[in-house]
T-cell receptor, first 110, second 110 residues
Framework: DVKVTQSSRYLVKRTGEKVFLECVQDMDHENMFWYRQDPGLGLRLIYFSYDVKMKEKGDIPEGYSVSREKKERFSLILESASTNQTSMYLC?????????FGDGTRLSIL | GENVGLHLPTLSVQEGDNSIINCAYSNSASDYFIWYKQESGKGPQFIIDIRSNMDKRQGQRVTVLLNKTVKHLSLQIAATQPGDSAVYFCASRLDDKIIFGKGTRLHILP
């Protein structure tokens, strides 16, 4: 089975902090994704990557950046956290078809 | 573009009955569809997928039906159990991009 591991289940940070969310997958998938999930809005794509050192903006990239230095690891960075970035963050990986998700990081920005 | 939507935000089903969860998509060029299950506190879990050249696919206790004429797909769960209680959402692929619906919460009545 595909295993997508997000480093933190819950995280509390303060406004203005730089926040790192880490994601690791163990199936050698080329594609990795970061989403945020908010009530009534569903899953919204922040950034994705189809290869090492490659990144593409999704639908809502503002306020975020990503890093993919190794194939198995895809990091989401909040450069200067704001309260409207309080959300559930989900990482996913895929090999062409269905995406496989981690269990999410519930991030609260105070 | 593509819009993916579910018909009902919530669905209540008697334990042991069959559940049918519906989803509509807007773009006839969508070529691949996925159903996910998301339990409380967990990430979305892949259930079953179907390509646009098929109209039915069966898994263990689940069946996905695809009607391309009306751009509709459904997930049928046989003999619904308490463990089926979750949010279910569909996703479609258009031009290599996956678009997610917002989800139907399935309640199991004892």
């Amino acid at each position: 089975d595909v295993k997508v591991t997000q480093s933190s289940r819950y995280l509390v940070k303060r406004t203005g902090e730089k926040v790192f969310l880490e994601c690791v997958q163990d199936m050698d998938h080329e594609n990795m994704f970061w989403y945020r999930q908010d009530p009534g809005l569903g899953l919204r794509l922040i950034y994705f990557s189809y290869d090492v050192k490659m990144k593409e903006k999704g639908d809502i990239p503002e306020g975020y950046s990503v890093s993919r230095e190794k194939k198995e690891r895809f990091s989401l960075i909040l450069e200067s956290a704001s309260t409207n970035q309080t959300s559930m963050y989900l990482c996913a990986s895929s090999h062409g078809q269905a995406q496989h998700f981690g269990d999410g990081t519930r991030l609260s920005i105070l | 573009g593509e819009n993916v939507g579910l018909h009902l935000p919530t669905l209540s089903v008697q334990e042991g009955d069959n559940s049918i969860i519906n989803c509509a998509y807007s773009n006839s060029a969508s070529d691949y569809f996925i159903w996910y299950k998301q339990e409380s506190g967990k990430g979305p879990q892949f259930i079953i997928d179907i390509r646009s050249n098929m109209d039915k696919r069966q898994g263990q206790r689940v069946t996905v039906l695809l009607n391309k004429t009306v751009k509709h797909l459904s997930l049928q769960i046989a003999a619904t159990q308490p463990g089926d209680s979750a949010v279910y959402f569909c996703a479609s692929r258009l031009d290599d991009k996956i678009i997610f619906g917002k989800g139907t919460r399935l309640h199991i009545l004892p």
